[in-house]
């Protein structure tokens, strides 16, 4: 079946450092990629998507993306992490074929340590 | 703009009751999608629909019917609880006609308790 992997259910960092969460797909042909937040208590909201106009997606509050074909790779990241970064992030991608339907993975806990 | 609205935001429910969790979105989308989310799993598609006047099973259908009233509004029902069905439900909608890439926008959630 296919699937979206995140790679490390919680990730700590120290305020200030960089912030890198993986999210790997499972296919040959490149699907729709997505990556959200979630704040507790509150539903998830669209950090990025990937559109194919680039490789380097740029998304809200200074965080990215790099699609990468080869590695069938969507990670995340941002240069210098802030306490209010501290939130859930899913990837989540599109598979051809399933008209949104939009598979989540497992998603990651950001820890960010003052 | 309140974007997508559910009600109730908490509830408890003894096994075999009965529930309705209600979603209305006020962006005009097409589709809409009720999730579960459960610790360690990630969001889980329970029902979509594509537009008005159609509905289709997820990946997690057992024990859940879902109907779309009209264009803003589409409801989860429970018609009898069962405590694997304690999680959290997000509704989200989604505007078609932006295509295929087009993001999800959720709800804040209702916390679901089946004792």
């Known amino acids: 079946a296919q699937s979206v992997t995140q790679l490390g259910s919680h990730v700590s960092v120290s305020e200030g450092a960089l912030v890198l969460l993986r999210c790997n797909y499972s296919?040959?042909?490149?699907?729709?990629l997505f990556w959200y937040v979630q704040y507790p208590n509150q539903g998830l909201q669209l950090l990025l998507k990937?559109?194919?106009?680039?490789?380097l997606v740029k998304g809200i509050n200074g965080f990215e993306a790099e699609f990468k074909k080869s590695e069938t790779s969507f990670h995340l990241t941002k240069p210098s992490a802030h306490m209010s970064d501290a939130a859930e992030y899913f990837c989540a991608v599109i598979y051809s074929g399933g008209y949104q339907k939009v598979t989540f993975g497992t998603g990651t806990k950001l820890q960010v340590i003052p | 703009n309140a974007g997508v609205t559910q009600t109730p935001k908490f509830q408890v429910l003894k096994t075999g009751q009965s529930m309705t969790l209600q979603c209305a979105q006020d962006?005009?989308?097409?589709?809409m999608y009720w999730y579960r989310q459960d610790p360690g799993m990630g969001l889980r598609l329970i029902y979509y629909?594509?537009?008005?006047?159609?509905?289709d099973k997820g990946e997690v259908p057992n024990g859940y019917n879902v109907s779309r009233l009209n264009k803003r509004e589409f409801s989860l029902r429970l018609e009898s609880a069962a405590p694997s069905q304690t999680s959290v439900y997000f509704c989200?909608?989604?505007?078609?006609?932006?295509?295929?890439?087009?993001?999800?926008?959720f709800g804040n959630g209702t916390r679901l308790t089946v004792t």
């Open positions: 962006m005009n989308h097409n589709s």
């Open positions: 296919s040959s042909v490149p699907p729709y």
């Open positions: 989200a909608s989604s505007e078609r006609s932006e295509g295929r890439n087009s993001p999800l926008h």
């Open positions: 629909s594509a537009s008005e006047g159609t509905t």
């Open positions: 990937y559109t194919s106009a680039a490789t």
